[in-house]
C-alpha cells in the first residue's frame, strides 16, 4: 500500500470515527424520543419497499413540529442502524437525491424487509 492508499484509509477511518461520536451524541440527547424514531423509521418501512431518511422526515412532521425539531434529526441514524442490525431494513448501494432543502447531496436508500406487514389485504388486490 502506498503513502497515498495508506493516508485514504486513515482520513476515511477517522470519518466514520467522527459520524459514530455525532450519531452517539444525537442517539443520548434524543434518548426520550428514540421509541418515536425507531416506529417511524418502521412506519416508513412497512408502508415503502424503499425509502430514505427523507422519507422518515415527512412522517415526524405528521406528528411534531419539524422547524425546528424536539430532537437532533442525527438521532434518526442510530434508529436506522439498529433495524439494520436487526433485519428489518437493508442498505441499497444506489444512492437517491436528497429532497430536504438543507441536504443536496444524495441519500442512502434503504429497502425494506417489513414492506407491507400490518396492512389490510383484499384478494387479488395489492397492498
Not at 492508499?5 to 426520550?32: H, I, L, P, S, Y
Request: charged content about 30%; overall charge positive; proline content about 8%.
Amino acid at each position: 500500500m502506498d503513502g497515498y492508499q495508506a493516508a485514504r484509509r486513515a482520513a476515511e477511518e477517522a470519518n466514520r470515527r467522527a459520524t459514530e461520536a455525532g450519531m452517539d451524541r444525537a442517539d443520548r440527547g434524543a434518548k426520550v424520543w428514540r421509541p418515536f424514531i425507531r416506529e417511524t423509521i418502521r412506519c416508513v418501512a412497512r408502508r415503502q419497499a424503499v425509502f430514505t431518511v427523507d422519507d422518515v422526515r415527512e412522517l415526524m412532521a405528521d406528528f411534531v413540529p419539524m422547524n425546528p425539531p424536539p430532537f437532533n434529526l442525527m438521532a434518526i441514524g442510530p434508529g436506522i442502524y439498529k433495524l439494520l442490525r436487526e433485519g428489518e431494513i437493508e442498505r441499497m448501494l444506489a444512492p437517491a437525491k436528497g429532497r430536504s432543502p438543507s441536504h443536496h447531496g444524495s441519500r442512502t436508500q434503504f429497502r425494506s424487509l417489513l414492506y407491507g406487514q400490518g396492512q389490510i389485504r383484499l384478494p387479488g388486490i395489492d397492498p
